[in-house]
């Protein structure tokens, strides 16, 4: 007798958590998947957002329009500042060797500098610096959202994440560097073609790295 009374207590309960966690179902689906709290983050930060991007797009020109992103896949709208990305051959007279790059010009007042960053390894993504590190956008290992990074260096500066040596994440070509003076010697041939397209000879130059890129940092930045 008592136990029967307890398995149908039971029966109720798993039937109200049933129903509770399918009214839980429904709620997340009508966020989107996204929790109540990043919703509401979005919306304040958008804010914060629209006030400092200026609708000019600094770079925006018939030479860097290809490079232009216009959206990224799961990332809100309100999220995108003007970002180019893309491949840029280290000899534009050999398009089967390039470096893949994300160009993120500074979030409010322009600057005349550029500061470069590269991820280490050798071999690791600098995306990875781009969405969980350095960048405006970030998108971390077991978070459920992308945020903005209030922290992201875009905020002060016009960033330039590069995929290299070549073998590196998007880039493309075969490997052939022996030493750090081959990947440098890519690199500042990628740079200066990046440069030109942009029309940045002129700026101050910061190159800037973390892990192995302690080699390709000082090594780059020396190449002339
Ligand atoms: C790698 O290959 C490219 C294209 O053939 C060539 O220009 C470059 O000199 C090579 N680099 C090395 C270090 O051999």
Known sequence: MATGLVSKMLGVLS??????????????ARRGGFTAQTLKDWELRSRGLDERTTSQRRYYNDKTRDYFVESLPEIPQSFLTEMYSGLMPIDENDPSRALFFVFQPRIGDPVDEIVIWMNGGPGCSSLEGFLQETGYINWGWGQYAPEINAYGWPTLSNVLW???PVGT????????????????SD??????????????EYYHIYVTGESYAGRYVPYSGCNP
Not at 191 to 200: C, D, H, S, W
């Open 15 to 28: 039937v109200l958590l049933i129903v509770a966690s399918a009214g839980r179902l429904d709620e997340v």
């Open 162 to 164: 590069v995929e290299q």
């Open 169 to 184: 994440g998007f880039s493309i070509g075969t490997p052939n560097a022996t030493n750090e003076e081959d990947i440098a």
């Open 187 to 200: 690199f500042v041939k990628f740079f200066k073609n990046f440069e030109t397209l942009f029309g940045i």
